[in-house]
């Protein structure tokens, strides 16, 4: 694991800095690992729920994935679960 990392981007430094000044009392460490914890929180909500890259995954035939889960109407759909 890493224990340092260099950043020489003079804008990329002053964004971290100016984010560390606002944001965690001038901690650029924190600051940084706020901004990747935020990134990564964005790209795991979004993408394909059955993979990243087509054909990933392999469905036998006839398997309709965007069909009904239950081939009969469930008791929240009826009002039953009331009834019981």
Do not use: C, W, Y
């Not at 795991?44 to 965007?66: E, K, P, T, Y």
């Amino acid at each position: 694991m890493a224990k340092a990392i260099t950043i020489s981007r003079p804008e990329v430094v002053a964004m971290i800095e100016e984010a560390a000044k606002k944001l965690t009392r001038g901690n650029q460490t924190e600051a940084v690992a706020l901004a990747v914890s935020r990134l990564l929180e964005q790209t795991a909500r979004a993408g394909s729920l059955f993979g990243a890259h087509f054909g990933s995954v392999r469905v036998q035939g006839g398997v309709d994935l965007i069909g009904p889960a239950f081939d009969v109407e469930t008791d929240a759909e009826t009002g039953r679960e009331v009834e019981r």
